[in-house]
Structures are given as C-alpha cells and as structure tokens.
C-alpha cells in the first residue's frame, strides 16, 4: 500500500474559506477543492498517509457513503499523484482519529484542474527579477 505525502517543495496551497487553491510551481497549473472534506483530506496529506488512513478518517468523521467516499477519495489520490501534487513516501501513517461523536456532513470530492494560467507560472517573476530589465522574463 502507497503512502504519500503533500509535495511541500513544488506546491503552493493557501485555504479561503470553504475552497482550496493549489499551485503546481513547476508544471504552472492550478488546482482547486472545494468542501470541508476535500480541504480534510488535504489536511491528513500534509503527513504521510496512506488510502486506508485517508478513508478510515474522513468515514470517521464525516457522514458518509462509505463505497462512494472511497471512489472519489481513491480518484482524488491518483489525480493528485498524476500532477504531481503528492509524492510516495517511506514515512509512516499518522494515527487515525477516533470516530466522532458528531459527524460534519459529507461533501462531493473533487479537483479541478485549470491551466489557463500556466504561461504566465512558468514565468517565475519571483526569481527571474533584474533591476535594470524588469519583469516577467521570459526563459
């Protein structure tokens, strides 16, 4: 079993409010997430863990349908591991939480991907500033 873990080095993530929004430096696309589940399952990402510790958390605490939880969390884990969002690491699973006494109601997970502005990513203007040719610069 794959354990993986958000790729902290290459991906910029910023949560306003109810929406995720993902950067992937490198690639010059972006992401977003919308929902309190699809935000959670971010949150356990920032640590190793593998399908079944993702899962076995959000069923924790989350009402949900646990045959279509698994489907869009597992098509959340493979999209993401395809852009290069998470990576597979040797690290350990975090512990799993114990079942909620109240559980937040569950919310569709699902990532759109946009690559309208990858042009203009892949400038780096970040790094690619000198005083006396200005900014953005083309490589």
Same mark, same amino acid.
């Given at each position: 079993?794959?354990?993986?873990?958000?790729?902290?080095?290459?991906?910029?993530?910023?949560?306003? %409010?109810?929406?995720?929004?993902?950067?992937?430096?490198?690639? %010059?696309?972006?992401? +977003?997430?919308?929902?309190?589940?699809?935000?959670?399952?971010?949150?356990?990402?920032?640590?190793?863990?593998?399908?079944?510790?993702?899962?076995?958390?959000?069923?924790?605490?989350?009402? +949900?349908?646990?045959?279509?939880?698994?489907?869009?969390?597992?098509?959340?884990?493979?999209?993401?591991?395809?852009?290069?969002?998470?990576?597979?690491? +040797?690290?350990?699973?975090?512990?799993?939480?114990?079942?909620?006494?109240?559980?937040?109601?569950?919310?569709?997970?699902?990532?759109?991907?946009? $690559? $309208?502005?990858?042009?203009?990513?892949?400038? $780096?203007?970040?790094? $690619?500033?000198?005083?006396?040719? %200005?900014?953005?610069?083309?490589?």
């Amino acid at each position: 079993m794959k354990t993986y873990q958000l790729d902290s080095t290459n991906i910029a993530q910023e949560v306003f %409010g109810n929406e995720a929004i993902l950067i992937n430096i490198p690639l %010059g696309k972006y992401y +977003s997430i919308r929902g309190t589940t699809g935000i959670r399952v971010l949150e356990l990402l920032q640590k190793p863990a593998n399908t079944e510790t993702v899962l076995a958390t959000i069923q924790n605490e989350f009402q +949900s349908d646990k045959i279509s939880a698994r489907v869009e969390i597992e098509y959340l884990l493979s999209q993401l591991e395809n852009e290069n969002i998470i990576t597979e690491t +040797s690290l350990t699973d975090p512990v799993i939480s114990e079942e909620s006494p109240i559980k937040l109601p569950y919310e569709k997970v699902e990532l759109e991907i946009f $690559d $309208d502005m990858q042009e203009l990513i892949l400038l $780096d203007p970040i790094h $690619d500033v000198e005083s006396f040719r %200005g900014w953005p610069q083309k490589k």
